[in-house]
């Protein structure tokens, strides 16, 4: 079981010298990946439902700080050594597709082949229109596009594609990737179409727990949807094994519990040794990363979160 983090781009993880003690202090307790969220702008009107609370509300729209994603990772990658960085996610549609791919390949040739690209469709209507993306009922098959382009530009030596979301021919990529045979792309979303992309174009799922409206919260509940995306990747030509299988728990908390949706104990939260034993369930059903949530909210209780977190409960998977 590899353990990672997820961070807004704003607070804790907002300013210079708190961004970089909180990576390399990630670095030195051995967590495997350093996520960042991804917010270029916040609308000022937003009608569009944040999936993520009961409300609908999203809870970052009191003032619109936000770093930018992969500006933010690069600074990362050049305070640390080892850590893997993620896009926690990347909104496809909130970048022109070739200079994304050249931005996350900037990434990785800088941090030696330390990314981990995260994607998803995205849900705010009003930000991707602000960023003249593709339409918004329309996000869904520009993202397909938008990975097979990444994959294109890449990997081929004269990148071409003609698509209706991607048209590119007569140029030079480079460089490269780092890693190969290609940097991974871990496919986010709980909903059925998230989790047959995944299945058919990801190299890993990378879902929330807490959608109200799709939850993961149970052993079942992850382990069916995971089962569910391996049959769509033996579909579609490719090894099912390949495909990782991760899950961001952004509510974890070592101490007091949360109330589930039945009445009880929500996953991942009370007692270190109650969720060691959330962990080796989902485990048992195919989880391989698990991230949590790690803003705190200042600069000490940030650490100690991370502390904590590594010595009740990673220090058991060791």
Known sequence: MKF??????????????????????????????????????????????????ETGKFFAQDTGISLEQLTALSFVAASTQRIRLLTSVLV??????????????????????????????????????????????????????????????WTAAKPARNGAFTN??????????????????????????????????????????????????????????LDEIRVEAERSGRDPARVSAALLAIYRRVGAEQKGRDGGRLAFTGSAEAIVDDIGRFRERGLQHLLIGGDGSDLAGTIERLERFSSEVMSKFA
């Open 168 to 225: 590119f021919d007569h140029l030079l990529f480079a460089p490269k990737p780092t890693q190969t045979p290609t940097l991974p792309i871990w496919v986010g979303g709980e909903a059925k179409a998230a989790r047959l992309r995944a299945g058919r174009l990801g190299d890993g799922w990378y879902p929330v727990a807490a959608n109200p409206k799709q939850p993961l919260d149970t052993p079942a509940l992850y382990g069916a949807a």
């Open 92 to 153: 496809l549609p909130h970048r022109q597709p070739v200079l994304a791919a050249k931005m996350l390949a900037t990434i990785d040739v800088l941090s030696k082949g330390r990314l981990t690209a995260g994607v998803g469709v995205g849900w705010m209507a009003e930000e991707i229109a602000l960023l003249s993306g593709p339409p918004f009922a329309s996000r869904a098959k520009a993202s397909d596009e938008y990975i097979h382009a990444f994959r294109e530009l």
């Open 4 to 53: 990672g983090l997820h961070f807004g781009s704003r607070g804790v993880a907002g300013e210079p010298d708190s961004l970089k003690a909180i990576a390399r202090k990630a670095e030195d307790l051995g967590y495997e990946h350093f996520g960042m969220s991804d917010h270029v702008i916040v609308a000022t009107e937003v009608n569009s439902a944040y999936p993520y609370s």
